[in-house]
């Protein structure tokens, strides 16, 4: 399924993190392409499947752990995925936050 234009509730930065996927199939490797507070976009193969529930584990800089979240794949491209991020602990909303601070939004597509 690809997705739509719409406006976004939350401002997406540009951020290249490695990201462990953990799916019923088992753990899969991907990097982010953009991320906000709200979710991220990532670079993965193989596709995501649509609607599925995944928990993803990356590291935040200013973090001593990583930061792990259950997550819903919300659009998929062949080699992109968009996910909607669950509950965030309140460590992870902040160094989300000072993280972009230093970083650019991405250019418009």
Do not use: C
């Not at 973090?63 to 996910?83: F, I, K, N």
């Not at 230093?102 to 418009?108: A, E, N, Q, R």
């Amino acid at each position: 399924m690809s997705r739509e234009k719409k406006q976004r509730i939350y401002p997406r930065f540009v951020a290249e993190l490695p990201v462990e996927i953990i799916t019923q199939a088992g753990i899969q490797h991907g990097t982010s392409v953009d991320l906000s507070i709200g979710g991220i976009r990532l670079r993965t193969s193989p596709p995501l499947e649509f609607g599925a529930t995944v928990t993803l584990r990356f590291r935040l800089p200013w973090l001593e752990e990583d930061t792990v979240v259950e997550s819903t794949v919300r659009w998929v491209e062949p080699d992109r995925a968009g996910l909607q991020f669950g509950s965030l602990r309140a460590r992870d909303v902040w160094a989300l936050n000072r993280l972009f601070r230093d970083s650019l939004p991405p250019p418009s597509a």
